[in-house]
């Protein structure tokens, strides 16, 4: 303390050094920042993808054998003539809808003329009470006109072990492997799936969400990363300065 700030009586602010605090906000500050943009940057992410999904299906379908299965056609609402194979089912397993556990029903389509296999998502089913018992799927005979929308998982969706397969069919897998399911029914595979529209024949409960976390949430997780980061930043301050003891001087 100076001989001006003796004779004046006032404390002027100082820094002092807490090493652990110090330490501690040192690491954790840049953490929190960079996670808040990350969610925000998810949130442009969802966005996008939302926009996108809205965007294509607002357009006209097209008849998919006119598609081009190995281009970027994610949400191309399209129409398909054909046979279903009910012999070879497959049913999703572990798809919730209200609380419910569920399946998805998969049915491999031929399309017709052209004799072209696509692997069509029927919607939602409930399980029964024992897993043992699956479910009955409807079977659908004849040349029918489904409509739907293109589909195909973006990256390698998440598998809890090696898929299970039966020796009867339907087959309960967790997710879609089309080479693989291709391989297995001795077929050639189309690379993306068909999802059913809610007016398509052979419909059960359809209706997918696009993105598992809205925009939204993820910029209310970036708001508190960044409250947190705030938080460290005034922690920072308080715990390395003389503030603390000058706003309680003040008080009094």
Do not use: C
């Amino acid at each position: 303390m100076d001989d001006a700030t003796k004779q004046s009586g006032k404390v002027a602010f100082h820094w002092q050094p807490n090493g652990r605090i110090l330490l501690f906000v040192v690491i954790f500050l840049p953490l929190t920042i960079f996670l808040g943009f990350w969610q925000l940057g998810r949130a442009d992410e969802k966005q996008a993808l939302l926009e996108e999904s809205t965007l294509r299906q607002q357009s006209a379908p097209v008849a998919l054998e006119t598609v081009d299965l190995a281009a970027a056609n994610q949400y191309r609402p399209v129409v398909a003539v054909g046979r279903f194979d009910n012999d070879h089912s497959v049913l999703l397993d572990n798809r919730v809808r209200r609380g419910q556990a569920g399946y998805e029903v998969i049915t491999p389509f031929q399309l017709s003329p052209s004799g072209a296999w696509v692997m069509v998502n029927r919607g939602w089913i409930e399980a029964n009470a024992s897993r043992n018992k699956l479910p009955d799927i409807d079977v659908v005979d004849g040349l029918i006109t489904l409509n739907g929308y293109l589909y195909s998982s973006p990256g390698k969706p998440f598998t809890l072990g090696e898929e299970q397969w039966r020796s009867s069919w339907p087959q309960v897998l967790q997710n879609l492997d089309m080479p693989l399911l291709g391989e297995k029914l001795g077929i050639a595979v189309a690379p993306v799936s068909l999802r059913l529209q809610e007016n398509s024949p052979a419909a059960y409960e359809v209706g997918w969400e696009v993105v598992n976390v809205q925009p939204q949430k993820h910029v209310g997780y970036a708001v508190q990363w960044f409250a947190m980061a705030v938080a460290l930043a005034i922690l920072a301050l308080f715990a390395n300065s003389n503030l603390s003891a000058l706003m309680a001087r003040r008080r009094r």
